[in-house]
């Protein structure tokens, strides 16, 4: 993963084969995770929050982004 400055990472979150660019803020206990040959982008200035994340959550389904 490549993690770009200002980007606010709280506890417990797994990052893996992910961008984050400038400003990004990802709240605690999250898992994000994208493929090796097409990572997850995040543009600058986002807040990554799972709102009711259970094991049955399915893609676009909880994921809010706020631009900060």
Known sequence: SIIMQNC?????VVLNNVILDKN???SEGKELRGDENYPMVLEKNL???LINFDKNFKSGE???L???
Do not use: E, G, N, Y
């Not at 606010?8 to 417990?12: A, E, G, K, L």
């Open 24 to 26: 990004v803020t990802i």
């Open 8 to 12: 606010i990472i709280d506890s417990d």
């Open 62 to 64: 909880a994921l809010l």
């Open 47 to 49: 807040s990554i929050d």
């Open 66 to 68: 706020q631009r900060i």
